[in-house]
């Protein structure tokens, strides 16, 4: 874990303070819980994604994996909060379990929509569940907190791309959109807490880099099923939609493409969450929370006694 007595300079020239606690998080970046509403109440297009089935798919597939991926993050850290001896963090451990619930609860939401109109949401999500389900078996209680730092690096990555390249959302509808950026903005936000459970946990440089090729992998590959099978169920697999959707994850300006720096990033020994490519900053959330204020019901101070 950093130091936290020294104050790092990051790649952007910022300045990582230390706030009323141990914990390196730039200033104003406060883990905090706030409770949502979005508006499904009347639906969505099947394809919400500017009427790309391909695009709307993919991403419609993914929120299926929040419900066992969340579960999974919240018991991996809880699991070893033992070792976690800062009050602050334990704080923040308790508003990530808060964050990462209320996502959940919200995209299960979303997956009834979609589930409503025909689309195998249960099969998705048991793809992801039995993935995890593995992990849990073979992996010990460090390795699977690893795998949390790991998906907790792709989500705030995803979301650092979001606010960097909002290209990739486009067209999307935008009550749809409002899920996705909150989910986006609040993963950003607690991209460091698990890490430095890991770190105070003894996880190893080995163990972190492991879990990010075989977590990553996975996630891509279970994805790209998801979306082959549902695209198979509408007929529309074998399109130019298809051909588009693949160039709008592997093309030059691709959503994989441009996460391969952010998985790079990952190997470099002592790689911080919050030291690089961190477009996310206590800037960019309060900007986000003012434009969103209609959707946010109630929002509170992280707390341990969420835990
Ligand atoms: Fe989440
Ligand atoms: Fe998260």
Known sequence: MLNSQYVLFV???EVLVQMDSSLQRPDG??????RM????EEGFDRYWHGGSAFR???WTQLSTSFQPGERFFIDSARALKGVVDDPALLDELGAFCRQEGHHTAQHLKFDEVNAAMGIDVEGCRARFARSLSRGREIYGPVMQLGVTCALEHFTSGCADMLFATPDIAEGADPRVQALWTWHAIEEAEHRATCFDIFEAAGGTYTQRVTALVISWLS??????INTAVLL???????TWDTAAGLWYLFGTKGVVTRLVPTFLAY?????YPWEEGATVDGSVIRAWQERNAAHIVYLDAP???AL
Do not use: M
Not at 219 to 224: A, E, K, M, P, V
């Open 56 to 58: 709307s798919l993919f």
């Open 219 to 224: 996630i891509l590959l279970i994805s790209l």
């Open 303 to 305: 707390t341990a006694a």
């Open 37 to 40: 509403r979005f508006d499904f």
């Open 267 to 271: 190997f470099r020994p002592g790689f």
């Open 29 to 34: 970046v406060v883990v905090t819980y706030r």
């Open 232 to 238: 198979s169920r509408d007929g529309r697999l074998w």
């Open 11 to 13: 790649s952007k020239q």
